[in-house]
């Protein structure tokens, strides 16, 4: 799947020009509120026509300014998922999805039907009507509305965004099933940047309408771009549950060579896993720290020091293969000595990982 986007729009004083192009998987549509990644999914949709570019689905062009072409939305065979579900009140959960299902003809099974109620965990609740779910429940049912009508792509405009954090926990391991299982490609919409390191493959960074950053999700949340919220640096690391202390409920999560122990003995032995380390959580000690509560203790070279504002500096260290990011003091780097090519500790308190 390769989802070709160049849109350039007027919208008031805003003006849109981005382009990029995905491919397999999510690709997370990320940034600050007003940085135009609603303009960007509704050009996609076709829900609104650029003033000038270009939107193509594996060869098919579906808008194109210049050669004045523009497939009408209903035709672009696309899921949608809100961030409210749109849910029909007046119909029970099955008849929404019988729904979707209709929109589909053909394309859908009875056996598709099954699947996606039984990957969405919505089986007991096919005879309710809306009102009388919660909300994340709500958006699992507008999610298997969407995938009935066997859509091409699934655009997501945070679907999370209205849950509470308990509801959005809930949902996130259908998420995750819904990408491993089902070979739709997604355009997922979000501002929280835990929501784009658990789920994206790739990352199109939206600043001021314009494309600032775009690759995969690892590569751009490890080195974020100028926008990011102070708060949102870290760095994003692949690997494997190596093994599990059940006693302790700490698992042992193996990078490319460094070991991490996180705590959450109900991760899967073998399963690939994400770790987000916060760089706010990440100290530098220039030699072995020693008696330390703190369980990750790496060894590293420091790769890269960047600025971050007037007090403080990014410190990228390679373990290994295995990028990690500091945020220290500009006091700390000069007491410390830190330089490019330095060796160092990396220091992480083990509560700061997000498998
Ligand atoms: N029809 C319109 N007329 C004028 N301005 C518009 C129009 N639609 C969007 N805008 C402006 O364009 C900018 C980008 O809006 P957009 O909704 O795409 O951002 P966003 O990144 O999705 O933001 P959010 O995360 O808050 O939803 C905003 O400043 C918005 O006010």
Not at 19 to 24: C, E, L, V, W
Not at 223 to 251: K, N, T, W, Y
Not at 346 to 353: G, Q, S
């Amino acid at each position: 799947m390769t989802l070709v986007v160049k849109a350039k729009q007027r919208l008031g004083a805003f003006a849109l020009d981005a382009t990029f192009t995905s491919g397999r998987g999510i690709t997370a549509l990320f940034g600050r509120s007003g940085s135009g990644k609603t303009s960007m999914i509704r050009i996609i949709a076709g829900l609104a026509r650029p003033d000038a570019g270009q939107v193509v689905l594996d060869g098919e062009v579906l808008t194109d300014t210049e050669r004045r072409i523009f497939v009408a939305k209903h035709r672009r065979r696309f899921g949608y998922v809100f961030q409210e579900a749109r849910l029909f009140p007046h119909l029970s959960v099955g008849h929404n999805l019988s729904y979707g299902r209709w929109f589909a003809r053909a394309t859908s099974s009875a056996e598709g039907l099954d699947h996606i109620v039984s990957l969405l965990g919505i089986e007991s609740l096919l005879e309710r009507r809306p009102e009388k779910l919660s909300g994340g429940e709500k958006q699992r049912v507008a999610i298997g509305r969407a995938l009935l009508s066997a859509p091409r792509l699934l655009l997501m405009d945070e679907p999370l965004a209205a849950l509470d954090e308990a509801r959005k926990a809930e949902i996130m391991p259908y998420l995750e099933r819904l990408c491993d299982e089902m070979d739709i490609p997604i355009v997922y919409v979000s501002h929280s940047i835990a929501e784009v390191a658990r789920l994206a493959n790739q990352v199109v960074v939206m600043r001021d309408g314009q494309v600032e950053a775009v690759g995969s999700a690892v590569d751009v949340l490890s080195h974020p771009p100028a926008s990011f919220e102070r708060r949102d640096a870290g760095a994003l690391l692949e690997g494997m549950v190596e093994s599990l202390d059940v006693q302790h409920r700490i698992a042992t999560i193996a990078l490319k060579s460094a070991r991490l122990h996180v705590p959450g003995a109900m991760l899967n032995l073998g399963k690939p896993v994400r770790v987000r380390i916060p760089s706010r959580d990440v100290m530098l000690a220039m030699k072995k720290p020693e008696a330390l509560s703190a369980l990750n203790v790496l060894e590293g070279t420091v790769q890269n020091m960047s600025q971050a504002d007037d007090a403080t500096i990014d410190v990228l260290v390679d373990c290994g293969g295995d990028a990690i990011l500091s945020r220290i003091t500009s006091f700390s780097a000069e007491r410390l000595g830190v330089r490019i090519g330095s060796p160092v500790f990396a220091v992480i308190k083990t509560v700061a990982l997000e498998p």
